[in-house]
């Protein structure tokens, strides 16, 4: 196939309903990914806040009442991670960003909890839930960013 006819064949394919789809998708996962990232700020905003709250009281219910909101917009961040991957699957950028906004899932929906709820026993896994906290959102970043450099859509 000549050059030109590859570029008839590559715009005629990206100007079918599923190609636009694809790319109306992929810039709800751009911004999603950019809310998740906003998010991820006020989270560790929220854990400085709650840490700081509880300075020369130590109580467990206090501590309950101190987090309850980094708890809460740890959930949501669950439920936003979930979105991204339903969105990179349907959009399909490339096979590195579906797989890594599987991991994000991963990451923040089930292994947060689990290291919070260790982290009673051991404080060790609650300096482990900060640092997922910190690779939790180095994966965002760097997914955003290559959603960013890819521009209008993926690849068809
Ligand atoms: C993107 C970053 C983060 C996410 C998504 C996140 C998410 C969560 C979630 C979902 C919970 C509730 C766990 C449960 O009850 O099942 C939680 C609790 C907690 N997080 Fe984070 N977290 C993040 C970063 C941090 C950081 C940086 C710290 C720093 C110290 C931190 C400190 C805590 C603490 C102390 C609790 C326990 C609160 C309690 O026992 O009520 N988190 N986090």
Do not use: C, K
Not at 58 to 65: K, S
Not at 73 to 88: D, N, S
Not at 101 to 114: D, E, H, I, K, R
Not at 115 to 140: K, P, Q, T
């Amino acid at each position: 196939m000549s050059q030109n006819h590859a570029l008839r064949a590559d715009s005629e394919h990206a100007a079918t309903p599923a190609a636009a789809l694809r790319r109306r998708v992929f810039q709800g996962y751009r911004w999603l990914l950019a809310g998740f990232l906003l998010a991820g700020v006020t989270q560790i905003f929220l854990a400085g806040l709650g840490v700081f709250s509880l300075q020369n009281q130590g109580l467990a219910t206090q501590g309950d009442t101190a987090f309850a909101p980094h708890r809460s917009l740890g959930f949501a961040m669950g439920g936003i991670a979930l979105l991204i991957l339903v969105l990179a699957l349907i959009a399909r950028p490339d096979i590195r960003a579906m797989i890594l906004s599987g991991v994000l899932v991963l990451l923040t929906a089930f292994t947060q909890s689990l290291l919070a709820g260790l982290a009673d026993s051991h404080a060790l896994y609650g300096a482990l839930h900060a640092l997922d906290g910190l690779l939790i959102l180095a994966i965002a970043g760097y997914l955003y960013a290559r959603a960013a450099q890819r521009g209008i859509g993926p690849r068809s």
